[in-house]
């Protein structure tokens, strides 16, 4: 039996791959460990505040609020307009708050994920961000973010702060984004052996693009990450920003987003948009959407996590509250961690005077 023993270790050290620059220290799984969160958008990303009224917008407060809800991480997206000048030069401003954020976080029991969200030269809603997948200097400037973000982030506990290389690619091709994802995993690898990194599939992270995400087998310390916003029709309803937002009608779940009876009294060009996005949704149609990325998290044994995911608060309540039953249902079935996009901006879930809107809150942290 001894010799069994030395003879199976042997063959054990022989297939083992020799990446070191990859390869974690420890193939224990990852001590980062988290299951519901809130995205603490738009006070780094995505806003033209500045000075005061940024250093205002989300303070010690908000994390004592977001843990006393019940959550147990933050993911903080941050821009590169908010860090860096146009000539690379770090805004210390910046900086300075996402570590108070950090430190207020892990003070309040949460941990975080830093999620690097817009570049110049990407965005994950703009037509002109080719720039990132055809300049190279641009892609250099990208990997020196992620090096300059280490240095300023290293000194934080494994357990407690992880980094997502990139919100929402949208590369034309999925191999400029596997490429690039690639070169900027093994440049951090060289900083931090054992970092987690959050990592989603081209094409704003949608399950369905899973099966192109080129995953780095060797590589233990990762979290794959997708997105999820279905139906659009339902969990954007009269938002701006989107090209049906003209849509006055009723929307419901579960069944059909939009009763295809009103088509015929429809403006033709909402109608178009309409189209577009509706379609019968219930608890299965979401999980088999969704199920695309839990089969890739298990082909390479990673945990799973939804890093966006909500509806918008103009969505009657009824119907919104059975879409989170279902979304919920189908996290806790699949041990999917999540955080809610996001905590009091767009789609809130406390009110304007930072009270939670218990409704929502209550499906997404069971009491």
Same mark, same amino acid.
Request: proline share 6%; glycine share 4%.
């Given at each position: 039996?001894?010799? +069994?023993?030395?003879?199976?270790?042997?063959?054990?050290?022989?297939?083992?791959?020799?990446?070191?620059?990859?390869?974690?220290?420890?193939?224990?799984?990852?001590?980062?460990?988290?299951?519901?969160?809130?995205?603490?958008?738009?006070?780094?990303?995505?806003?033209?505040?500045?000075?005061?009224?940024?250093?205002?917008?989300?303070?010690?407060?908000?994390?004592?609020?977001?843990?006393?809800?019940?959550?147990?991480?933050?993911?903080?997206?941050?821009?590169?307009?908010?860090?860096?000048?146009?000539?690379?030069?770090?805004?210390?401003?910046?900086?300075?708050?996402?570590?108070?954020?950090?430190?207020?976080?892990?003070?309040?029991?949460?941990?975080?994920?830093?999620?690097?969200?817009?570049?110049?030269?990407?965005?994950?809603?703009?037509?002109?961000?080719?720039?990132?997948?055809?300049?190279?200097?641009?892609?250099?400037?990208?990997?020196?973010?992620?090096?300059?973000?280490?240095?300023?982030?290293?000194?934080?506990?494994?357990?407690?702060?992880?980094?997502?290389?990139?919100?929402?690619?949208?590369?034309?091709?999925?191999?400029?984004?596997?490429?690039?994802?690639?070169?900027?995993?093994?440049?951090?690898?060289?900083?931090?052996?054992?970092? =987690?990194?959050? #990592?989603?599939?081209?094409?704003?992270?949608?399950?369905?693009? +899973?099966?192109? #995400?080129?995953?780095?087998?060797?590589?233990?310390?990762? =979290?794959?990450? +997708?997105?999820?916003?279905?139906?659009?029709?339902?969990?954007?309803?009269?938002?701006?920003?989107?090209?049906?937002?003209?849509?006055?009608?009723?929307?419901?779940?579960?069944?059909?987003?939009?009763?295809?009876?009103?088509?015929?009294?429809?403006?033709?060009?909402?109608?178009?948009?309409?189209?577009?996005?509706?379609?019968?949704?219930?608890?299965?149609?979401?999980?088999?959407?969704?199920?695309?990325?839990?089969?890739?998290?298990?082909?390479?044994?990673?945990? #799973?996590?939804?890093?966006?995911?909500?509806?918008?608060?103009?969505?009657?309540?009824?119907?919104?509250?059975?879409?989170?039953?279902?979304?919920?249902?189908?996290?806790?079935?699949?041990?999917?961690?999540?955080?809610?996009?996001?905590?009091?901006?767009?789609?809130?879930?406390?009110?304007?005077?930072?009270?939670?809107?218990?409704?929502?809150?209550?499906?997404?942290?069971?009491?």
């Amino acid at each position: 039996m001894k010799i +069994f023993h030395i003879i199976l270790c042997c063959l054990l050290f022989a297939c083992t791959p020799k990446k070191p620059q990859q390869k974690s220290k420890t193939d224990q799984p990852p001590k980062f460990v988290i299951h519901r969160g809130l995205n603490m958008s738009h006070w780094l990303s995505q806003t033209e505040i500045r000075g005061e009224e940024r250093a205002a917008y989300v303070t010690e407060k908000d994390f004592k609020i977001v843990a006393g809800m019940g959550f147990d991480h933050v993911r903080i997206p941050i821009d590169e307009v908010q860090f860096w000048t146009e000539d690379g030069a770090p805004e210390q401003e910046a900086f300075k708050l996402l570590h108070n954020g950090i430190k207020w976080s892990l003070e309040n029991g949460l941990r975080v994920i830093v999620d690097l969200h817009t570049l110049r030269s990407h965005h994950f809603n703009r037509a002109d961000s080719r720039k990132l997948w055809e300049d190279k200097t641009a892609q250099e400037q990208f990997i020196g973010f992620w090096q300059q973000l280490s240095s300023e982030l290293k000194a934080y506990s494994v357990d407690s702060v992880a980094y997502e290389i990139m919100n929402e690619a949208v590369a034309e091709d999925p191999e400029d984004w596997n490429n690039l994802m690639q070169w900027a995993i093994g440049e951090l690898r060289k900083l931090e052996p054992d970092r =987690i990194i959050v #990592l989603g599939s081209n094409r704003w992270q949608i399950p369905s693009t +899973f099966k192109d #995400l080129r995953v780095p087998e060797v590589d233990r310390n990762i =979290i794959l990450s +997708f997105h999820f916003y279905t139906p659009f029709c339902l969990t954007h309803y009269k938002a701006h920003w989107n090209p049906y937002y003209k849509y006055e009608g009723p929307v419901s779940y579960p069944g059909w987003s939009v009763d295809t009876t009103l088509y015929a009294n429809m403006n033709p060009e909402v109608l178009t948009e309409v189209k577009k996005h509706n379609g019968y949704y219930d608890r299965d149609v979401l999980e088999k959407d969704i199920l695309q990325a839990v089969t890739v998290a298990k082909q390479f044994n990673l945990p #799973l996590y939804c890093g966006e995911f909500g509806c918008y608060p103009t969505t009657p309540i009824k119907s919104r509250q059975a879409w989170y039953r279902d979304m919920i249902a189908i996290f806790d079935k699949h041990d999917i961690a999540f955080a809610h996009w996001n905590y009091k901006n767009d789609f809130p879930v406390v009110n304007s005077d930072l009270s939670p809107i218990s409704e929502i809150v209550d499906i997404m942290v069971p009491k």
